[in-house]
């Protein structure tokens, strides 16, 4: 099992490395490395819990084969063993509490990274819905300023007829002020 989340640990690692990501990608990459990663060391430590409770198994079983071989040869060690028994039997005791106590930190480990999942996915679906207003607030700027040079533009249009309308009527007006000077003249 160990190996499998390590092997599945280094595909995801590959996979990140080997391509541009968006943020949100990266975000549920990271969040997936982290479960695997918590999953690899629960397995590690429950591996060298098992080691531990299977030694203190051995050590229980030796223990009564003491006592069984004291029982044959020693009836007065017999009190001494069945100590030595009660000894092994309150650490194992004790270590059992450790291995509920472990289970217990497990279980609010993996709820931490639970709801730090759905925080994750809050901040992502935040920031999604955040580009999606930035996007919509750009185009309305986009839109505004098109408009605008379209209006300037019909206004340098307007001032152009003008300027000629202008010309137009300065030299009609001049040609009646000589048509005016002629006629005076001619009178």
């Known amino acids: 099992d160990i190996t499998k989340f390590q092997a599945e640990l280094q595909k995801v ?3 990140r490395n080997s391509r541009t990501l968006d943020d949100v990608t990266l975000l549920k990459l990271k969040n997936y490395e982290d479960r695997l990663n918590f999953f690899l060391e629960n397995l590690q430590n429950d591996k060298v819990a098992s080691e531990i409770n299977s030694k203190e198994i051995e050590n229980s079983l030796n223990s009564v084969v003491k006592i069984i071989d004291a029982i044959k040869s020693n ?3 017999l009190i001494n063993d069945w100590k030595m028994t ?3 039997y309150l650490r194992n005791q004790a270590q059992q509490s ?3 106590l472990s289970n217990k930190m497990r279980e609010a480990r993996e709820e931490s990274l639970r709801k730090r999942g759905e925080l994750s996915n809050s901040v992502t679906i ?5 580009q999606n207003t930035t ?3 750009l185009q309305t700027l986009s839109d505004l300023t098109t ?3 379209d209006t300037q533009n019909k206004v340098k249009e307007i001032e152009e007829a003008g300027k000629l309308r202008r010309k137009e009527d300065q030299q009609k007006r ?3 002020e000589n048509r005016i000077r002629n006629l005076n003249k001619v009178n």
């Open 174 to 176: 001049e040609e009646v």
């Open 13 to 15: 690692a590959q996979y």
């Open 135 to 137: 996007n919509t607030s």
């Open 75 to 77: 009836e007065s060690n």
């Open 147 to 149: 408009k605008l040079e």
């Open 86 to 88: 009660l000894s092994t």
């Open 98 to 100: 450790g291995i509920d």
């Open 126 to 130: 935040g920031a999604a819905t955040l």
